[in-house]
């Protein structure tokens, strides 16, 4: 899936509103090492704190990141995940953070999310960036009608915070928005 180059800026200067697709196990929050011993904690080189897992069914969510999904208000987030959205919406009501509620692609839990991103996607051809952990067959031939990015991180790792920040740069820059400090 190659990026397409082309601007997203209108000739009238309006500021398109882009998108964000984010997968949680294994995408935003690692997981654990099958190896994983019972005090298994996550990497701390790039994110250097975590919310309690305990709160989100023992995933770790990176506090910085969902700080910054608080302030995200010039892009739409939408959750494309397996897990249900009342599990999402009370585990970020529990550790804190009762205002992440966004739109929610599978709510019905399927595995193959890409049906679903294209057809979103489709619908409504905004920039876009998508983090999820793993490649779907349909993927490789299917040709984007917005520009995109796709991040696809080690499940033990997670999205690290130097993709985070460049994937959010990337989207203000084809939205015609201006770009993030730091």
Not at 32 to 58: H, I, K, L, M
């Amino acid at each position: 899936m190659a990026p397409q180059e082309r601007s997203q800026v209108p000739a009238d200067g309006l500021v398109v509103r882009p998108r964000i697709y984010l997968d949680i196990d294994g995408s935003i929050c690692p997981l654990p090492p099958p190896t994983r011993s019972e005090w298994w904690s996550p990497p701390t080189d790039d994110w250097s704190s975590w919310v309690d897992p305990r709160a989100f069914n023992e995933t770790p969510f990176p506090v910085a990141l969902l700080d910054d999904l608080v302030s995200l208000d010039w892009a739409e987030v939408v959750w494309a995940t397996t897990w249900p959205l009342d599990m999402i919406e009370d585990a970020f009501e529990r550790a804190g953070y009762p205002s992440l509620k966004f739109r929610h692609l599978c709510p019905s839990g399927r595995f193959d999310k890409f049906e679903a991103i294209r057809d979103d996607v489709e619908a409504d051809p905004v920039p876009f960036v998508w983090i999820e952990d793993h490649r779907f067959s349909a993927e490789r031939t299917w040709e984007s009608p917005a520009p995109q990015r796709r991040i696809r991180p080690n499940k033990y790792v997670g999205v690290s915070s130097r993709s985070w920040r460049m994937a959010l740069n990337w989207l203000r820059a084809e939205s015609g928005q201006s770009r993030l400090p730091g």
